[in-house]
């Protein structure tokens, strides 16, 4: 029995050793953030919150911040409705080449994504009629997509056909049956899928790096230029925000459609 | 009637379908296929493998397909080797522990990798917290280069990828019947034994899945190598980028991205089709419960 126990004791101290591993770079950059010296030092000597003062002064950084949720908050409905419409038709309807239909929504999923960089810089440039914002939202448009339309496929393919039928026979036309049956079964979901497509889009580097130019560029892209030319812990700080923004929109996902869910929705 | 109906319905998710797919033909086929093309084509435009030929004949090239190769493998070997304890605790451990390792996993996977690869390079560098307490412990002398080089990039590989294996491996794990590694026990097995006579072989599906992820995610990761990377490490990510942003040269760096991708799906569906003959081969064997 004590041999099961202490057993068990070096799984969980292995284990909590492995989740120190993963949390570490992101408790370092928390802690930098507090130090008051001006050269990023770990540990600090001493502590202060003045870089705090400092992030929003950071030269170009608002531009930044506008630019990426511009982009992030127009493609992320745009992903959001196209994908759930899709997921509709692709669960309901059996349909000819529906399987390629689905293979060609998912396959941003297979190509690496700084061949999708490439491609679309290649494309945008010889069609030339669009900006770098426009661009860089659709291009989130198409990576994001596949995400939502698995998300959304799996949560219908749960759902309850009889409700469904019910709805019918009442008379429901099929935008009624939609919004009455099937939206209420399925919106936490889209939600949560809405919330991972935010976070993929905001945080997209690869791609946006291709795209972005001189006078556009997003908060990913400014914050790679701010690390390789600042070396005071301002940029710390705008990390641990980040940060505590990610953690606050994680823990909005978990809560609205449990854990399990979340992770699935995450790649596994 | 019927017959309307069922045509209205027809139109009714054609409706529903048609904007995405003609937007992902449009938005990412289109370009994504003119640059498989633009391969293939010389610079006064005619039909060449001139740029592949280039690739596969030049050793410094095919050495950096063999850099993101071996890291990719070395990335994958870790991830398995730390997938294990997190995932049999996940299965085995309670839904607390499962809940906090599901949570700790995911977490990194909604924080950029800008952001991830900027503690790394503090926790990393010359006089950051690794070197200073392995001096400090009497282990080296001299500061290792862990920023900046394979090590380093290794690291992030697998900081950012292992979700990728820890989910599909604990769902295998949760699927194994807990009374076969009590049956061991009972049969005097030690708790390696079990693991390699159980628990392994038990969990090869999961294990499949996500070192394959995992692989196919590594070889493709541009980010992490250019950061953690710098200049001396060379992958085909890396490669791609400077070939084009760099040398302005597109058809080459078209080439050398086409065989990005072939590799890279290629490990896919490979495990994809001998995933798919272990499944019709065990259902015909009957549900393993």
Redesign the interface.
């Given at each position: 029995m004590s041999k099961v126990f202490g057993r068990q004791v070096a799984l969980k101290v292995l284990v909590a050793a492995i989740l120190l591993f993963i949390l570490s770079p992101l408790i370092v950059v928390i802690i930098c953030s507090f130090g008051s010296a001006a050269f990023l030092y770990f540990p600090p000597a001493s502590y202060s919150l003045k870089w705090y003062h400092e992030v929003l002064a950071l030269d170009g950084l608002q531009e930044a911040l506008a630019t990426s949720l511009l982009i992030s908050g127009i493609a992320t409905p745009s992903s959001v409705i196209l994908g759930t419409c899709a997921s509709l038709a692709l669960v309901r309807y059996p349909f000819a080449g529906k399987s390629a239909v689905m293979a060609m929504l998912l396959s941003p999923l297979v190509v690496p994504a700084i061949v999708i960089g490439i491609a679309m810089l290649q494309f945008f440039r010889s069609i030339a009629v669009l900006d770098s914002v426009h661009a860089m939202t659709i291009a989130h448009v198409a990576i994001t997509l596949p995400y939502m339309v698995r998300t959304v496929v799996a949560s219908l393919e749960m759902e309850d056909r009889s409700a469904l039928e019910a709805a019918k026979m009442l008379g429901a036309n099929p935008l009624q049956s939609f919004f009455y049956v099937t939206l209420p079964a399925i919106k936490s979901s889209v939600f949560s899928g809405a919330v991972f497509v935010f976070i993929i889009s905001f945080d997209n580097y690869a791609i946006s790096l291709f795209l972005s130019d001189a006078s556009t560029t997003t908060l990913p892209i400014k914050m790679l230029e701010y690390i390789e030319t600042r070396t005071d812990p301002a940029i710390a700080a705008l990390a641990s925000l980040l940060i505590v923004f990610s953690v606050i929109l994680l823990c909005i996902s978990i809560w609205a459609v449990g854990i399990r869910r979340v992770a699935r929705l995450s790649g596994g | 009637m019927m017959a309307l109906s069922r045509s209205s319905?027809?139109w009714?998710?054609?409706l529903?379908?048609g904007?995405?797919?003609a937007?992902?033909?449009l938005?990412?086929?289109?370009?994504?296929a003119?640059?498989a093309a633009?391969s293939f084509l010389s610079p006064d435009k005619h039909l060449t493998i001139a740029h592949y030929w280039r690739f596969f004949s030049e050793p410094q090239y095919l050495m950096t397909l063999w850099n993101s190769l071996r890291l990719a493998f070395y990335a994958t070997l870790i991830s398995i080797v730390?997938a294990y304890?997190?995932a049999?605790?996940m299965a085995r451990?309670g839904p607390g522990?499962r809940?906090?390792?599901?949570?700790?996993?995911?977490?990194?996977?909604?924080?950029?990798?800008?952001?991830?690869?900027?503690?790394?390079?503090?926790?990393l560098r010359n006089g950051?917290?690794i070197n200073q307490s392995l001096i400090a412990l009497g282990v080296i002398d001299e500061p290792l280069r862990l920023l900046f080089s394979e090590t380093g990039v290794v690291i992030g590989l697998v900081?950012v990828y292992?979700?990728?294996i820890?989910?599909?491996l604990a769902?295998a794990i949760e699927r194994i019947d807990g009374r076969l590694e009590e049956a061991a026990m009972i049969l005097g097995a030690s708790?390696f034994r079990r693991f390699t006579n159980v628990i392994l072989p038990l969990s090869v599906p999961g294990l499949a899945a996500?070192a394959t992820?995992v692989f196919?995610a590594s070889?493709?990761a541009?980010?992490t190598p250019a950061?953690l990377g710098g200049e001396q490490i060379q992958v085909m990510?890396t490669m791609?980028?400077q070939q084009?942003?760099t040398l302005l040269d597109?058809s080459f760096?078209?080439a050398v991205?086409?065989v990005?991708?072939v590799v890279?799906?290629g490990v896919?569906i490979i495990h994809w089709s001998v995933a798919a003959r272990f499944t019709n081969w065990s259902s015909q064997e009957g549900p393993h419960k």
């Open positions: - | 319905a027809r009714g998710y054609g529903l379908a904007p995405s797919i937007f992902m033909l938005a990412f086929v289109t370009p994504v003119t640059l633009s730390l304890p997190l049999y605790a451990l522990w809940n906090v390792i599901l949570t700790v996993t995911i977490l990194p996977l909604t924080i950029s990798v800008v952001i991830r690869s900027f503690g790394w390079q503090i926790l950051g917290p900081h292992l979700p990728f820890v989910l599909p769902s708790a996500g992820l196919t070889i493709s541009y980010v950061l990510p791609v980028a084009i942003l597109w760096g078209s991205s086409m990005l991708t890279s799906l896919l």
